[in-house]
């Protein structure tokens, strides 16, 4: 019965067919209540004889006990219209799997709490959508990734292992080979696993300088950018705070950074200016490289997509970088060619 009892259906039911039962009971009620009666006196041989007569119709009452069973399918029936958009929604959760996030309830009738639900409901599944899309698409190209420096590790034993005369010159251009597919293994692991961390950490945003940060991400690129003679500088006001997450923004600075000096040219220049207005921090990263062909800009931010395959990288940086920007409610742009009419500028925009 309890069980029963905290059924919706059943509750509504109840209360549908009190609301419509009592109001006949009520009125069976005065009716009894204003029952006339009729009193006669009549003479039977010497003595007077008294009758009463009560005027009530029998139709009343039957009428009264075969509105019961009325009343109680029509509660019913309006408790099975009430929650029938609550069952819709239940049966299209339940039937979702996790290979198909594909069903959507559409439920565009019924009560406006109802339908506010089912949409929210909706918008719940297209973002589960969406991540899922993202996650099997990440997969796929990690695997692409991943198995052309594991083959040219495999390859390259298997050549060094039947090399009919082997020296030690085959070997060291083996273990060269070698090397180097491991460390673009290594490297694409390593921005895998930044992506992931970036993706599972929830934001701190603390006031932070952003002036002050980029100055320390210059600092720890100048080592890099020394072996090719890159000149680095940086511009901008002396008070560009902004609540950030500062462990996410220094890396999305520092690919960009980092992004800039793989693509210079040897003895050229990278600027990194910091602008402020009301509303958000930008920090535009210039450089004098190649630049990027318009019908390649919008692939720029593809994961491992790259521009030049004689560059070192993963093709991960930018991606990430412009998660991040997304994350604080900005973005990153890219116009090539740069503000000196070669190169690229991008621009990282965070929200104040």
Not at 121 to 136: P, V
Not at 281 to 297: I, K, N, R, S
Request: net charge neutral; with cysteine.
């Amino acid at each position: 019965m309890s069980r029963g009892w905290r059924s919706l259906r059943v509750r509504l039911a109840v209360l549908g067919f009190l609301a419509s039962y009592v109001p006949v009971l009520l009125l069976f009620g005065v009716t009894l209540v204003t029952d006339t009666e009729t009193t006669t006196l009549a003479l039977i041989g010497a003595e007077p004889v008294e009758h009463t007569t009560t005027d009530r119709s029998g139709w009343v009452t039957w009428t009264v006990l075969a509105l019961a069973p009325v009343a109680a399918g029509l509660a019913w029936w309006w408790a099975g219209r009430a929650v029938g958009p609550i069952d819709r929604i239940r049966r299209v959760v339940e039937e979702i799997e996790g290979a198909d996030l594909s069903r959507r309830t559409g439920l565009d009738r019924g009560p406006t709490e109802l339908v506010s639900l089912a949409a929210s409901f909706d918008a719940m599944l297209d973002r589960l959508e969406r991540a899922a899309d993202t996650q099997r698409q990440l997969i796929e190209e990690t695997s692409h990734e991943l198995r052309i420096p594991l083959a040219v590790l495999v390859t390259n034993a298997e050549v060094l292992l039947t090399h009919p005369e082997p020296t030690v010159e085959v070997y060291r251009k083996g273990l060269e080979r070698s090397r180097t597919a491991a460390v673009r293994l290594r490297a694409t692991l390593d921005e895998l696993l930044v992506d992931a961390r970036g993706r599972a950490r929830v934001l701190d945003r603390q006031p932070a300088e952003l002036t002050a940060i980029v100055g320390r991400v210059l600092e720890d690129a100048g080592v890099l950018a020394a072996k090719r003679r890159i000149r680095l500088s940086v511009g901008g006001p002396a008070d560009a705070s902004c609540a950030v997450d500062e462990p996410t923004v220094r890396r999305a600075v520092t690919n960009l950074v980092d992004n800039a000096i793989r693509y210079a040219p040897a003895g050229s220049a990278v600027r990194v200016d910091v602008k402020a207005t009301d509303s958000e921090v930008a920090v535009l990263v210039t450089d004098h490289g190649p630049g990027v062909p318009a019908d390649e800009q919008e692939r720029v931010f593809q994961r491992f997509w790259r521009s030049r395959r004689d560059v070192p990288g993963t093709g991960l940086g930018l991606a990430i970088a412009r998660q991040i920007a997304l994350a604080h409610g900005g973005d990153l742009t890219l116009r090539s060619p740069g503000p000196d009419g070669d190169g690229c500028e991008f621009r990282l925009t965070l929200r104040r």
